[in-house]
């Protein structure tokens, strides 16, 4: 018969495997160090694969690893989903995330879908701010949780996943009047940005001072969907994530004479203390749907600590 796959076991290894670290881990579980250490040795018996490669240096997710993270995350979401149903309580739950715009607009929606289906008694309330903000907001109690966006390889929060930035444009008159010219290429350049404080709006800037392009700022607003329309009525050029960029607008880059832009981190802030059930339940259900879209993700860190 074929092994089972234990959920305290898989819960162990996807908490070293989001702190980067087997004591951080420990912590989150309430376990020592050590316990939490056995506990990724038993499952690496049961799977027949080594999950972490240990060394002098520390300790580095091999390829198995990172394939059975991505079930791991999925078993752990289905069984607290089936645990939350056959023990709901009549008592109202809630949850409060902090997001950007575009976050709420384009990437949570079927979560939140989806955890109202299973959870229909907790209440989630989405407060939509600057990742910096978010972030100082959090530190305060504030929040439950708070995704958001840091320069790639930044430290603080979970790595949900890595996602690529790009120039946007609106589409090009399929029937150019005389004298037309595309807004891409208009000098000083427009730009239709998120407030100061969005760290995609920093590299954008940057990249420009970078190539000596002229530029100024045409539009603001915290509302991705204003910015979409901003773009889309030739206000101006923008740059997003590529998950929140709509198909009607016109993706541009080294063509049009636009410096390449970095990637960015999506990273989950959890307050401080022990988070209540459905705190952790959307959290996890945010790293299962958010985080299993792979977009631009590099290779697993090494795990800071080697295992006792």
């Not at 234990?6 to 996807?14: E, I």
């Not at 949570?108 to 910096?132: H, I, Q, T």
């Not at 993706?251 to 059930?277: C, M, Q, S, T, W």
Request: some cysteine; proline content about 7%.
């Amino acid at each position: 018969m074929p092994a089972n796959l234990d959920t305290d076991l898989l819960r162990a290894f996807v908490a070293v495997a989001d702190s980067a670290s087997f004591t951080r881990a420990g912590e989150r579980l309430g376990r020592t160090q050590a316990a939490v250490s056995q506990q990724v040795r038993r499952l690496e018996g049961i799977v027949g694969k080594r999950v972490f490669e240990r060394d002098t240096h520390g300790v580095r997710m091999t390829r198995d690893g990172e394939v059975l993270l991505a079930y791991a995350r999925r078993m752990l979401t289905l069984n607290d989903e089936v645990m939350a149903l056959m023990h709901r309580s009549p008592t109202v739950a809630s949850v409060r995330i902090g997001t950007p715009d575009d976050y709420a607009t384009m990437l949570l929606p079927e979560v939140l879908a989806r955890f109202n289906a299973a959870y229909p008694e907790v209440m989630v309330e989405v407060v939509c701010d600057n990742s910096p903000d978010l972030v100082a907001e959090i530190d305060k109690g504030r929040y439950d949780l708070a995704l958001v966006t840091r320069k790639a390889g930044d430290s603080g929060g979970e790595l949900v996943r890595q996602e690529p930035v790009a120039w946007v444009a609106p589409p090009l008159d399929p029937v150019p009047q005389a004298g037309y010219r595309p807004v891409d290429s208009l000098d000083p350049l427009p730009l239709a940005l998120f407030p100061k404080g969005c760290v995609v709006r920093d590299l954008a800037v940057a990249a420009l001072d970078g190539i000596g392009r002229d530029w100024r700022v045409a539009f603001t607003s915290k509302s991705v969907v204003a910015v979409h329309g901003a773009v889309m009525g030739g206000l101006g050029v923008t740059a997003m994530e590529c998950c929140t960029v709509p198909p009607s607008l016109r993706r541009i880059g080294a063509a049009e004479g636009f410096p390449d832009l970095p990637d960015i981190d999506i990273a989950l802030h959890r307050a401080r203390g022990v988070a209540p059930k459905p705190v952790r339940l959307l959290a996890d259900a945010i790293h299962d749907l958010v985080g299993r879209q792979l977009l631009g993700r590099k290779p697993a860190e090494p795990v800071e600590e080697t295992a006792a």
